[in-house]
Structures are given as C-alpha cells and as structure tokens.
C-alpha cells in the first residue's frame, strides 16, 4: 500500500507534519554554516514551513497560485516550497544561472507571484526584470547581506519577517495551517518544472504529489534506502532529479539532505559528510576520476607504484565480475589486500566510504570510468529518468552494473518501445501534463495514454532498458545507413581533451563533428609541451591541439562501426554555451538550433572546404550580445569513395 | 576648511581620523608636505595622485609605520601620532598592503585567526593546554573568523596555504585578516591593483559592504578612477606630496588644479 492511499499522507507537506510527529528529533536537513554543520530535525523544519506558509498566507498567497525559489541548494528554500505546496500552491524552481530572457519567460508563464530568492545577487536580478513581470507580488529573501537599504522597495521582505509575520498570523487564525494542509490531495499539483527543452521554449511539466511520492517509495524500495541515510544535497533544485531524491526520498522515508556550504566546497563536504549515496551526472564522476589521476601523478614513487599494481588487480577482477567470470583465488587475495592499502582510502578521499549506492544519469559516462569507479568498490549503477517521469524510469540493480543500459524500470513502472524505437512509459510516475499547453501535451502521450520519452531505445535480453539517443536525431546518411549523432558524441567526449562534440551526418555521405576542446586538459597539455597560449580561443587554433585532437578521434573511431566513423572535424574557438542557447541548463546540445547556427560550418564540411568564416552571435552574462568573426580551420578529409560522388 | 566641507557630507558626525599639517622628508625628499585631512565616522575617502604623490607615505604615518616629521594625527580625538604600530592597531585602526604581506606558509584561517592577536587574552601557558578560559577564547575568536570568512566568501579557501592562492584571492584573504581585527578604521593600500575587472568588481562591492555592513570607515588608496569615483564619499587629491584637492567625486573631477596635476601632466595621463 502506497502513501498516497491514505490521506493523511498522500502530499509532501503532509508527510512533512507526520516526520515531525513520528521522528520528531531526527535530522531532516542541514545545513553547513560558517564551517559546522547545523542541523533542522524534522520538527524544526515542520515550525518553519508551517510559519513561513503562514507568513505567505498573511501576504495574501492561496491555494493555486505560484512560488518560486532561486538559489543555492538551502533549506530555507526547501522550506519555501514546502510551504507553497501546504497552502495548495505550487512551487516553480528555476536554474539561477539562468539568463534574464528564459527567466522572464518562465516567471511569467508560471503566473509567479512570489519569488524566494537566496541572496542580494538573485534580487537583483528579479528586481532589473520587475516591470516585465505582471504577476510577482513579493520577492523573498534569505541572506541579508547587502540588503540593507532594500528596504525601500515596499515588496522586498526578509525570511525571517515572513516567519514572524507568519507566527502572528497564526495566533489570529489557530487551525488555519492544519484546515490547508488537510485540503491538499495526491492528484494536487506540486511543482511546475520546466525543462529547457532542447527545442523552443521551455515548457512546464507539471508533477503531482501522487508522482513524486510513488516514484520516491519505487527507488526506495529497490534500492534498500533507510532512514538516517546522509544524501548531499548539491544538485540544483530548479532540476526535478532534486525534487525526487531529496526532497522526495527524504520525506517518504526518512533520510537527511546536507546543503554543502558553498558551491566551491562541494567535494570537501562530500568528504566530510561521507553520504549514504550520492547521485552525479557524469561530468562530476569525470572530474573525480581526474583528481584521483592527479593526485596518484603527484604521489612518490612507491606509492605510485603500489596505485597503479593495484589498480590493474582491481580492473582485472571488475571485468571478471562483470562478464560472470570466477574471479581466481589469487587475485581475490590481492584485491583484499588492495582493498586495506588502496581502493578503502581512495574511496574514503572521494567521501564515497559510506556510500552503499551511487548513481549516473543524465548522459553516458564511459565505460572505462565506469569500470574504474566499480573496481575500486564503488557500487555506480546507471539510472535512467526524465522530468515527465519524475525523473527516474529504470535503475541498474546492484549485480547488474555495466556502462551499456541504463537497468531495469523501478517497480510499479511500465516501459514498451514502439515500433520506430521510441521508448514509451507508463506508470504513476508519469506526469499531469505541461503547464497551459494541452495541444503539446496530447502529442506527447501516445492514443493508449503512455508517454513518449522521445529517446530511441531497446530491451536487451536480460529485460534492461538500453537508450541510444534522442529518438528525433536519429537519422540516416546519405548511402542509408543509420546514424545515431549522440552516440557518436559520446564516444568522442570520452577523450579527456574533448569536452564538448556535436556530430553531423543526417543525410549526408559522411560523418564529420564539431569539437569544443576541454580547457583544463588541453591547457595543461599544453603547458607541459611549452606551448604558450592566451585564452580558449587561441589555444584551440593550435595547429597542435588540431593534432592531438585528430589523434582522439582517431582512437574514438577504431571503436565506432565504420559508417559512423568521424571523418573531419573542427575546433570551435568558443565553448558551447547554454546561456547562448546551444546546450540546455542540464548541458545537453541543442542540436537543431546549433544545425541552423553553424549551418555554413556543416557546408564547408560537406563541400571540401579547408576553412570556414563563421559570424556567431554570443550573449554575455547579463544578456548583452556581440558578434564574434572568425575564420576557423577545417581537419580531415572526405573518404575518397564519397569525395567522388560529391565531385 | 576641509571639515565644513565634510560635516555637512554626512550630517554632523564628528570625523573619526584627522590628519592636521603633517610632513614626511627623507634626507632630501620631501615625501608629504603638510597634508590635512579628515575623515568623517562612516565614510569611504578616497586619496589619489600620481605616482610618488605621497599617498602610501601619508598611510604608513596614519597606521605608525612612519613617525610624521611636524603634525598631528587623531583617532576619535585623541592624538596617535607617536604611538607604534602595534598600539595603534590595538586602537583600531587595520591597513593592508600595496604588497600583499601574509604569511604564505600559514592557511587563510590561520591568517585571519593573527588578525585576532589584538583581542587575544589568554597567556601562553593555558593557550599551550588548551584549557579553560584559553579554549573558549579561541572558539570565540574563530567563530569571529567564520563570520569573517562567510562574509568574503572564502569557505572553499578555508584550510589552503595563502602562498598558493591567486593574486586576487590573497589580496581578498588580506582584507580578511585586516577584517579580523575589527577596526573602527580600515586603511586599504591599493587593494585593487593587479586585479582583472571581475576582481576588481568583486573588491569594490566587498569594499562597500563593509562600509555599509559593518559600518567601519574607509580609507582607500586606489589607481582605478572608475572605482574611486564609484564608492568613495570624498576624494583627496595630492600631488608631489601635497594637498591639492578635495571634494566629493564629481568636485574633484572638475577642479581644474586636479584635471592639471592629476589628469593633465603626469606621465600616465589622461585614463581617467
């Protein structure tokens, strides 16, 4: 029997008020604050969404309006939206990096009325777009610094005024917060997450609590998560995964979210912390295999060489593992020994000690990190989501890890993949539908009611889920063989010089892509080669970096199919750029848009060209815009067979 | 004349550190040459000038570094103008350098943590066995650093050696330790210099919060008249040691004997 059935548990905030009456001391949230961690129990947090719902009922918020929150990851903010949801609101995070015209479009979209903002930076930037946003009422803030002289603005408050405001309100109105909270139902609406959509607008997936309760019982349920278990709490809130795993997972059952101190000190308090679990897109799994290799470079001789002996042991018994081999008595013995010198402390640096599970998701992460990761002991499974579905779908079990699927659907979750490939779900996790756009909402459900994912997938024998790409890129070159770019992309993105690749070849004869080089990698390559450079422009028209890059590729190609091996490339002298609309928030290419804008740079690849003059827009941070000319060298060469035809 | 012009800045708030008539020669230079100046309780002043104009000289004699040949320097009226750097420190007056000066071995922490010295009590016995009053003094003090370190945004930093941090990030980490001290008076000797423009945006807003923040009175020395002219209340203006203007921004920027002496003639010229 679900949550949901009964009705005094059937929305978050309702299981807010039962943690705080069951588990009452417990840690809920914390929160580390001038270097200690400080902790909320559960009825802490309970007084302070209560209050601060009050506080938001005294300004006049009720039942279906909006509140949302931008900013760090604080609980303050978490309380916010609980708040929100308590009074029958709904809450609509939104990225805080976002630039001002998404942010408009959102807020006003939304109908927001009340915007929680964590500190002077984020005021500031709703307060320049104010007089484009009809519907905000109040702006909320949680850090006063540099607040001080806001105070002429009539629809500036503090948290904590809310709070009291809210503690005034309610010894007005005793009962009125117990009279809302029983009013909320399982089919309510949540929280209004936008996706930035790798096409148009950003549409608003509208969750129900039915949905982020179902889907958090689901994970953890198959995934043996406990309450008291430590998650950190890093990812941004604007993106729903956080919604499921902290807010969600915690309140059903129980575990604490940490809110790291800042941004920058991520990885010590993730040491610090040593969480139950941590769930990381793959680029953070990528940064820390890099600080690993770093670190194991900087070490002394000998424990260089006591790393790297026991590093082969551990990736002989991880392949042994993962292909069903007995892994020899042998190697057994060393790996336990390995264990005592090597992977016990590596883990214990990454702050994985305690970590019983770990998750990727989000994009492929490569199988040789991966393989890395779980030879030291490190239980990372693949996951697989997406915002209509409350962010998750399938989940690797544990004697199930590999790099290629993405595991099994979580229980009570439905997968059939149609006959073009298109991977559709069923289940309660399934969202309501998008904010104000039933004609887009229709197409995405198919007649019989499933939601298209839109990603190209398959069921391998084993009953795990494969995905290949999005189902709409997936194309054909010209002689009709399939072409999957992302998949190209990925292995591409491997190599720990590219950091970013958009591969072309959708009826064309050739597969030739677009790479950003990693400036980090690159420029220590670089520098240990004396090669002097000034910025990512000038070191990525290197005839040089043109060389080692070629290389990569030429690797990455020995283990692509030979159709969809990459033939020319180009270095581009920018970073791919959400904020110049390339990629989403989440990182993802926007292919189409990014097609059309370098649509003279994918002609020159297809008609020869040694180099390309490319005129591209870039926005700056505060949405200024500049033009940026610049002639940019095209490498490789059309296969002789196809540079016939195209002559 | 200077504190007509200045109480009537800021209501009549009597200024906090006065500077009458002081001169600095060494040998045959004469490095200051008569300079007054006030400066009004809860202010940001601004002293600018050409290079060699006096400006760092004028700072080592308002924080002892540099005993003043004639004059009289005061701190809430009473006279400092003998005292040694320690005691005027203890006073309540904190600098920071052209050249950064921390001890580059030592974490940030550890940096601001000296910043305390002048509030610390306890003797080295009972600090040596952490004990009693020693120990909670010291809890006292770092709690007073955390604050210090939330405020510069210095968490991430909190445990590296100051040796291997950035240029910008040392001079953020050296303002912290001048922080540390809780001045009534913070004298910043080109805290901006070196700076890329993020930095130095950075530094102007961190320079303003804690002037508005913590309502500590500021004297800056600055090459960027952009800043200068952003933040400062008032601006003094020397010039080969002498005083040859002062005013709010805008009246400075129009005193032709500034435009002249400043803008006009220097070698620099005209990147105002």
């Known amino acids: 029997m679900s949550l949901v059935d009964s009705p005094d548990t059937c929305t978050l905030p309702k299981l807010l008020a039962r943690n705080a009456r069951q588990w009452s001391t417990e840690p809920a949230l914390r929160e580390k604050n001038r270097g200690i961690w400080q902790t909320y129990s559960w009825a802490d947090y309970h007084a302070l969404v209560r209050d601060f719902a009050l506080g938001l009922a005294s300004l006049g918020f009720t039942r279906g309006e909006k509140l949302s929150v931008i900013g760090d990851n604080r609980p303050q903010l978490y309380a916010a939206q609980m708040s929100a949801s308590a009074l029958g609101g709904y809450s609509v995070p939104v990225y805080q990096d976002s630039i001002a015209a998404e942010l408009v479009y959102v807020l006003n979209h939304a109908e927001v009325s009340v915007v929680v903002a964590e500190d002077q930076e984020q005021v500031d930037k709703i307060l320049s777009l104010k007089d484009q946003l009809s519907n905000l009422r109040w702006i909320i803030y949680d850090d006063p610094r540099g607040m001080a002289s806001y105070a002429r603005y009539p629809f500036i408050k503090s948290f904590p005024d809310v709070v009291e405001a809210g503690r005034a309100f309610g010894r007005g109105q005793a009962g009125f917060f117990e009279a809302e909270l029983s009013k909320g139902g399982a089919d309510d609406v949540a929280m209004i997450a936008y996706t930035s959509g790798t096409t148009g607008n950003p549409k608003g997936a509208m969750l129900t609590h039915r949905n982020l309760i179902t889907i958090a019982e689901a994970f953890a349920q198959s995934e043996g998560i406990r309450r008291g278990d430590n998650w950190l709490s ?23 979210a940490n809110c790291p101190e800042s941004p920058e000190t991520v990885q010590r308090d993730l040491r610090e912390l040593g969480p139950s679990g941590l769930v990381a897109p793959p680029r ?46 042998g190697q057994r013995f060393w790996y336990a020994i390995g264990e005592f010198l ?6 214990d640096q990454l702050g994985l000690r305690h970590a019983r599970t770990c998750y990727t998701g989000g994009a492929p992460l490569g199988a040789d990190n991966f393989r890395f990761f779980r030879s030291f002991g490190i239980n990372l499974k693949q996951v697989y989501g997406a915002t209509e579905a409350s962010a998750l779908i399938a989940c690797q079990p544990d004697r199930e890890a590999d790099p290629n699927s993405v595991g099994r659907t979580l229980p ?8 073009r490939g298109e991977v559709l779900v069923n289940g309660s996790n399934v969202f309501k539908g998008y904010f104000k756009q039933d004609e887009i909402t229709r197409e995405t459900f198919t007649s019989d ?37 992302q998949f190209v992309e990925n292995k591409l993105k491997f190599s720990p010089y590219i950091r970013e690749a958009v591969a072309f070849g959708d009826n064309q004869p050739f597969v030739a892509a677009m790479i950003a080089i990693d400036m980090t990698t690159v420029g220590t390559w670089a520098e240990r080669r004396n090669l002097a450079y000034t910025s990512f422009m000038d070191l990525s028209r290197k005839p040089e970096v043109a060389q080692l890059v070629g290389e990569e590729i030429a690797k990455c190609n020995a283990t692509l199919p030979v159709a969809a091996r990459v033939q020319r490339f180009l270095l581009l002298n920018k970073e791919l750029d959400a904020d110049d609309a390339e990629m989403t928030r989440t990182r993802k290419v926007r292919r189409r848009f990014v097609a059309e804008k370098y649509a003279a740079v994918i002609e020159a690849f297809y008609s020869g060209k040694r180099e390309v003059e490319v005129s591209m827009e870039i926005t700056f941070e505060d949405g200024r815009k500049a033009t940026l000319e610049s002639i940019i060298a095209l490498h490789g060469d059309a296969p002789p067979v196809t540079a016939r035809q195209a002559a | ?39 009004p309780r809860g202010t940001i002043v601004s002293v600018i000038g050409p290079n060699g104009a006096g400006k760092t000289s004028l700072l080592n004699m308002v924080s002892g570094f540099y005993r003043p040949d004639t004059g009289v320097i005061t701190l809430d009226g009473n006279a400092i103008t003998t ?3 320690s005691q005027i420190a203890a006073r309540g007056i904190a600098r920071t350098f052209q050249n950064i000066a921390l001890f580059s071995g030592l974490t940030v922490l550890d940096n601001l943590m000296l910043g305390r010295h002048v509030h610390m009590r306890a003797g080295v016995l009972t600090s040596a066995l952490y004990w009693g009053p020693a120990r909670r003094e010291e809890i006292a003090h770092r709690a007073r650093c955390e604050e210090i370190i939330e405020f510069l945004k210095l968490q991430d930093l909190r445990k590296q050696q100051t040796g291997a941090l950035s240029y910008g990030l040392r001079k953020r980490v050296e303002l912290g330790r001048a922080l540390a001290l809780e001045p009534k008076v913070l004298l910043l000797d080109e805290p901006m210099g070196g700076m890329n423009q993020d930095e130095k945006e950075d530094m102007a807003r961190y320079v303003l919060d804690v002037n508005i923040e913590r309502g500590i009175t500021v004297v800056l020395i600055e090459h960027d008249m952009g800043v200068v002219m952003d933040i400062s209340d008032r601006v003094v203006v020397l010039d080969r040691g002498r005083r040859i203007g002062a005013g709010t921004p805008e009246e400075v920027q129009r005193a032709p004997a500034v435009i002249q002496a400043y803008l006009g003639t220097s070698k620099g010229s005209r990147q105002a």
């Open chain 1, 234 to 256: 890093y990812l941004p809130m604007a993106w729903l995964g956080d919604a499921t795993f902290t807010v969600g997972v915690g309140l059903v059952v129980g575990t604490t």
């Open chain 1, 284 to 329: 953070i799994w990528e940064n820390m295999l890099t600080t690993v290799q770093v670190k194991g470079d900087d070490a002394t001789p000998l424990k260089r060489w006591v790393y790297e002996r026991f590093r082969r042991i551990a990736e002989q018994v991880e392949l042994a593992r993962s292909e069903g081999r007995p892994v020899p008595a």
């Open chain 1, 342 to 347: 090597v992977y016990g402390p590596v883990r």
């Open chain 1, 412 to 419: 009570g979750i439905n997968v059939r993949v149609d006959d």
């Open chain 1, 449 to 485: 009611g499933w939601l298209k994912t839109g990603d190209a997938g398959f069921v391998d024998p084993r009953g795990h889920l494969v995905i290949i790409d999005r189902a709409k890129d997936v194309g054909k070159l010209s002689d009709g063989t399939p072409f999957a770019p």
């Open chain 2, 1 to 39: 004349m200077s504190a007509a012009e200045s109480l009537a800045d800021r209501g009549a708030a009597a200024p906090i550190l006065t500077v009458e008539g002081v001169s600095k020669k060494f040998g045959g230079v004469t490095a200051v040459q008569d300079v007054s100046l006030e400066v």
């Open chain 2, 83 to 85: 005292l040694r750097p």
